[in-house]
């Protein structure tokens, strides 16, 4: 109202004046520093939240994707996600568990019966 009328800015609250270039210079401001922080502060996040991946870790992960392959767990059907731990209290590293999951119950199923029970490199699976 107060750029219609010509008169000076007032508080809506208050009615006190105030110079509204004032105003919006130290709005601008704000709003750029908040802008910097904001932003600085999701750079750090997203460097923090990416470890670099060792080289053990890589081949880990390779050998996963290996039993996605035709030639081992993928035969028995679509491979949608396949996976590798060692079950927590045993120190042998030799002992790990495998797990499969497939798009399709019978595709499981058939993996399972096929399976279970196979010697594979001196190691029983079940």
Do not use: W
Not at 20 to 31: E, W
Not at 41 to 59: D, L
């Amino acid at each position: 109202m107060a750029e219609k009328d010509d008169t000076e800015s007032q508080c809506p609250a208050c009615c006190t004046p105030y110079d509204k270039d004032r105003v919006l210079t130290v709005a601008a401001a704000n709003s750029e520093r908040i802008i910097t922080e904001v932003y600085s502060e999701k750079k750090q996040r997203s460097q923090r939240a990416k470890p670099k991946i060792s080289e053990e870790v890589r081949k880990h992960l390779s050998g996963v994707r290996i039993l996605e392959h035709n030639e081992y767990f993928g035969q028995y059907g679509k491979v949608l996600k396949a996976s590798i731990s060692c079950p927590a209290g045993t120190t042998s590293k030799k002992t790990f568990a495998g797990y499969i999951t497939y798009a399709k119950e019978e595709e499981a199923v058939r993996c399972i019966q096929a399976t279970h029970n196979y010697v594979l490199e001196g190691k029983t699976l079940r």
